[in-house]
């Protein structure tokens, strides 16, 4: 005996009719004579037949199911992204859909497909990092499903979109660093086509020229995961010309500059401070705690969810929006 519910499928196998017929039945079509409709209804009714609001929304023209593109669902920050999706959705009566890319730009494309085939009705994404080409998007407003943008955003696409301030978070930590006493202060970022990396690297290289301090090709560095910065930080630590400041674009990316500092028994903050950005679990479990700007991922996910909303009911058709959610420097125990 099981308690799974039962399908249209299994009205038509136990009638012996087309799961067609059934379908059409259920929903009193005169192609489908009385006796008929009355004895699937009876059977449906018998079996406690429940039909499957999901299904009938992919199968519809329109849905109230909306797509989210998570680059990863491990880091903090879109987890609380999606978090804040979720929570504003659901008081919303939407559904959401979501799928993780991990930084894949063919997987990228694969559940935008997927997307369209359930006819959702809008969708929330935040690019992968191997994303430069984007008809796969244009391909979701060509079909009139409107798309907001966070975090990750594509400039080349007339969209709505949330970003945190990546350039004012920037230049304050960077900022906050020089007045402590760094002089020298690495920059660890990501892909360099990321609207993201630009614009915390424009952040830290203003911030260093606010204080005239020199910063050659040397300095400004492809490097945005834990194992990463393991790899790559011991070498730098042991230039006669060396660091005594890194700001890393990710919590991760931080964390492992700390760890390499620690195998090489460089004292943080005392000779090294970092800094990162995000503001997660990693940040408040490092020893010492790590200094890092705090990104407020679930205003963003709600914001996000917001402006989609908007669009979907018809308000602010004619303008595109954009949303910049502020962040704040959260000072800990990596630096001074």
Request: with cysteine; proline share 4%.
């Amino acid at each position: 005996m099981t308690n799974a519910p039962i399908t249209i499928k299994d009205i038509a196998r136990a009638l012996n009719v087309a799961p067609s017929t059934v379908s059409r039945a259920l929903k009193d079509s005169p192609d489908i004579s009385k006796e008929m409709r009355k004895q699937i209804h009876d059977y449906a009714r018998e079996h406690n037949y429940k039909p499957n609001t999901f299904a009938i929304n992919l199968r519809s023209s329109t849905s109230n199911t909306i797509g989210v593109i998570v680059p990863q669902l491990v880091h903090h920050f879109f987890s609380c992204v999606l978090s804040g999706i979720e929570t504003a959705a659901s008081r919303a009566g939407y559904n959401i859909l979501v799928a993780q890319s991990d930084e894949s730009y063919e997987r990228e494309v694969k559940i935008v497909q997927t997307f369209l085939s359930a006819r959702v009705c809008g969708v929330i994404a935040s690019l992968a990092k191997e994303t430069s080409q984007y008809d796969h998007y244009r391909e979701l407003l060509n079909n009139n499903i409107p798309i907001v943008f966070y975090d990750r955003i594509c400039t080349e696409l007339k969209t709505e979109r949330v970003v945190v301030d990546d350039y004012a978070g920037s230049f304050a930590a960077v900022e906050y660093m020089l007045q402590t006493g760094c002089r020298r202060i690495l920059f660890y970022g990501a892909a360099p086509h990321l609207e993201i990396t630009k614009n915390r690297r424009n952040g830290y290289l203003d911030a260093m020229k606010k204080y005239r301090m020199h910063v050659d090709d040397s300095m400004i560095l492809f490097c945005d995961t834990r194992e990463r910065a393991i790899a790559i930080t011991p070498d730098i630590l042991e230039q006669p010309n060396r660091p005594d400041g890194f700001f890393a674009i990710n919590d991760e990316t931080a964390a492992g500059i700390l760890h390499a500092c620690k195998l090489m028994g460089i004292q943080v903050p005392e000779e090294v401070s970092i800094c990162g950005f995000t503001d997660g679990a990693i940040a408040q479990n490092t020893d010492p705690k790590l200094t890092t700007v705090e990104q407020h991922g679930e205003e963003v996910g709600q914001s996000a969810f917001s402006i989609l909303n908007n669009r979907l009911k018809g308000k602010n058709d004619a303008r595109h929006s954009n949303k910049i959610v502020r962040t704040n420097l959260v000072v800990r125990g990596t630096t001074k």
